[in-house]
């Protein structure tokens, strides 16, 4: 159920997010969703997108400094409350949440789409499907995307 | 770590000459060298100035009655004014790198070409260079004097030279397996780069037939020893010269590598407060100042080198007993004051070596913003380092920045970079940038 997830080393000055979008985009390579963690010098690029290997291998021969990280990407119940009661999940199966972000395909009105990046995702998925959390595994997550 | 084990093996007796067969050697060459140098304007007057007679010299200590020679004399001398011989016996004219400045040239007799090449064979020899071996000199060929001076010496030892020069890195690290070279000879840091270079063409430091390496040029720190040697799998051999007194070969490390004998049958070292110009005790750090005793072409009497480092007269256990020369600490001229505290770019590097996770290609970036000094240390971070946990990445630079602090004693700020964006070059690797300064210092 693990999703491989791109993180990218970006210097914080001007340019440094468009020349891996730019590559990507030359690659026609799509961005299913991303997330920008960034402090004053640097920052972390995080992207899904669905031909993980080969972005990697354009990003990489562009010169741009890639990590490969497992996620798992989790439907929470779009109303009032939902996120929480998925957290109290996380708790009670003793999941430390490294971060998170939301996919930016919503499901049918039902659901939201979050990404976690959990310490032992192999771990955590299988706790987490037996509370019957439901995880969105690759394959669903590009049909919903349409990719 | 590297895999041979090194032999002792000394190219001329004259290494092992006792103190007192060395004193009385040297007090000879210095009268005879203050003789030759009476035949240029520039020095004769600066003798008379002083009141050295010929007869005040009798042994090495009298080189203390001796004008000093700076490298602004030899630029006011341009081209050749220093030249001690008519210009009919000069065999070859070297450059210095013209890095500060206006460039300045040196002169060769025959004699002095045969006696530089006798210098750096003896270096070679003591770091394990045989006949049997082959030599990859990434040293730029031309004015400098490393290429053509470390040439000479190999073939002096019989061994082959492959005289790659500089440039194109990756044609180079397929040349030195091709070749089967045992030996490599650059700058430190560009041996660090052939590593680095090496491992993106997907080798490991056992695939590559390099056993030694000779490296000098540039000041390095015992920090940036290991990471050459790790990457290289090679013993990594330090040595010193500079244009103005002949080029490599003034000094280089023995097996022990615990200091560089200086080839003090050649030269006799002082080792000066900048300030004061008096002598600092063995083990502190001072100005290191040469005078020539065999040169004929270009002699140099009390040459201050600006170069910081510290000299040990004790015993060492290879049987040499030329008085060795720590590394170099850096350049009386090229001390950065941040904030009124002197910081060495050195001391950054063994910082940043000290942290894990961090490659030691960095660049020390000072400006003034307002009224206060600011000093930015950007740091390579290597693909392999790189984690996708902000706090790892945070707590890397914070891990540099306690080092940078707990060794200079100031704080500076830590930028991290992506890989091989800083400039990298074959000659000297430029660790600052003071953009206080307006025009040369």
């Not at chain 2, 002169?107 to 210098?119: H, I």
């Not at chain 2, 510290?310 to 030329?322: F, I, K, N, V, Y």
């Not at chain 2, 000094?373 to 945070?394: G, L, N, S, T």
């Amino acid at each position: 159920m693990k999703i491989r997830q791109l993180s990218l080393f970006l210097e914080n000055r001007p340019g440094q997010l468009r020349v891996p979008c730019q590559v990507l985009g030359d690659a026609g390579i799509d961005i299913l969703t991303l997330s920008l963690a960034d402090t004053q010098q640097f920052g972390i690029l995080r992207l899904i997108v669905k031909d993980h290997t080969r972005a990697r291998q354009v990003l990489e021969q562009a010169g741009v400094v890639v990590n490969v990280t497992d996620v798992l990407a989790v439907d929470v119940p779009d109303r009032p409350g939902g996120l929480a009661e998925v957290l109290q999940g996380f708790e009670a199966c003793g999941l430390g949440i490294e971060y998170m972000y939301a996919y930016s395909v919503r499901s049918r009105g039902e659901h939201a789409t979050l990404v976690f990046r959990l310490s032992d995702p192999d771990r955590a998925a299988a706790l987490l499907q037996a509370r019957g959390v439901r995880l969105v595994g690759a394959a669903e997550l590009f049909a919903r995307a349409g990719a | 770590m590297a895999r041979f084990a090194l032999e002792n093996r000394i190219l001329d007796p004259e290494e092992t000459l006792d103190r007192d067969a060395l004193a009385a050697l040297q007090g000879r060459r210095l009268a005879e060298t203050v003789r030759r140098a009476r035949a240029v304007p520039h020095h004769r007057k600066a003798l008379e100035r002083a009141g050295v007679r010929d007869e005040d010299l009798r042994g090495p200590d009298d080189v203390r009655r001796l004008p000093f020679t700076v490298k602004d004399d030899l630029r006011q001398s341009y081209p050749l004014g220093l030249l001690a011989v008519p210009r009919e016996q000069v065999v070859r004219i070297h450059g210095s790198s013209g890095t500060t400045g206006r460039p300045t040239f040196v002169a060769y007799t025959r004699r002095d070409l045969d006696t530089w090449t006798g210098l750096v064979a003896r270096f070679l020899v003591a770091g394990g260079l045989r006949p049997e071996h082959t030599v990859h000199v990434a040293f730029g060929y031309g004015l400098f004097t490393g290429g053509f001076g470390l040439h000479y010496g190999i073939e002096r030892v019989g061994a082959a030279v492959v005289p790659s020069g500089g440039g194109n890195t990756p044609r180079q690290v397929r040349l030195i397996c091709d070749l089967s070279a045992d030996v490599l000879i650059s700058t430190p840091s560009y041996a660090l780069h052939v590593g680095e270079v090496a491992r993106a063409e997907g080798l490991k430091p056992g695939d590559l037939p390099l056993r030694y390496g000779h490296f000098g040029g540039e000041p390095w720190t015992e920090e940036m020893r290991g990471e050459i040697e790790r990457s290289l799998g090679i013993l990594a051999f330090n040595n010193y010269g500079l244009s103005e007194v002949i080029g490599p070969g003034v000094a280089g490390e023995c097996p022990a590598r615990d200091g560089m004998h200086v080839q003090e049958d050649h030269f006799i070292v002082e080792c000066l407060d900048p300030v004061t110009l008096e002598p600092v005790p063995d083990g502190e750090v001072g100005e290191l100042v040469f005078t020539s005793l065999t040169k004929e072409a270009m002699p140099v009497l009390r040459y201050r080198t600006r170069d910081l480092a510290a000299l040990d007269r004790s015993p060492c256990p290879c049987g040499r007993t030329g008085v060795r020369m720590s590394r170099v600490r850096g350049r009386s001229d090229d001390m950065l004051i941040i904030r009124g505290v002197n910081v060495f770019p050195s001391q950054v590097e063994e910082a940043l070596l000290r942290v894990e996770g961090t490659a030691p290609h960095y660049l020390i970036e000072v400006s003034r913003p307002g009224a206060l000094d600011e000093a930015v240390v950007k740091v390579e971070v290597r693909p392999e380092d790189f984690r996708d946990e902000m706090r790892e990445m945070v707590g890397l630079r914070d891990r540099i920045d306690r080092e940078i602090h707990a060794v200079t004693g100031i704080r500076m700020i830590v930028e991290l970079v992506a890989p091989n964006t800083l400039e990298r070059s074959a000659g000297k690797a430029r660790r600052v940038l003071d953009h206080r300064k307006v025009g040369p210092a």
